[in-house]
């Protein structure tokens, strides 16, 4: 069903709740793991994949703790990084490479930004073909 299954990750508190409940989905459905994360710095903006800046390196640094968790559970999982504005990015990653599900932990709401901009994961899951999951962390 979920053969493969992209994992979107920021880097803060908020992703461990997506993880945990992937891991499981994962298992179960056999399936392989793909985490992203966006690179939204200055840098990262700027230069894209020739950015070179402390983000970059701590975001490079996370993904590879967070691939071999998967590893070390028995999941296959792969970690790539991207960079510009999340939303953007993971739609193109998801039409680009194409995935069966989407997974993302959402922050709650900020209100104004969100009534402005619109999140993340509300603009991702209205530009994408596939299922998402949202799943609010505590």
């Known amino acids: 069903m979920y053969k493969t299954i992209l994992v979107t990750v920021d880097g803060t508190p908020t ?9 499981q ?15 939204d710095g200055w ?3 700027t230069y894209g994949g020739d950015a070179v800046s402390r983000e ?8 590879k703790k967070v691939r071999s968790e998967f590893e070390a559970s028995g999941i296959s999982a792969d970690a790539e ?7 953007k990015e993971i739609i193109r990653w998801v039409k680009q490479k194409g995935c069966d599900l989407v997974a993302m932990s959402t922050h709650g709401h900020r209100f104004f930004a969100d009534l402005f901009l619109g999140t993340t994961a509300s603009r991702v899951q209205h530009n994408v073909s596939v299922p ?7």
């Open 43 to 45: 840098a990262a903006r």
């Open 15 to 23: 992703d461990r709740a997506i993880i945990d409940h992937v891991k």
């Open 56 to 63: 970059i390196a701590e975001d490079t640094d996370y993904l």
């Open 81 to 87: 990084l991207a960079y510009g504005d999340p939303a």
């Open 25 to 39: 989905l994962a298992k179960l459905a056999h399936g392989r793991v793909v985490l992203l994360h966006v690179a």
């Open 132 to 138: 998402v999951l949202l799943l609010r962390a505590k």
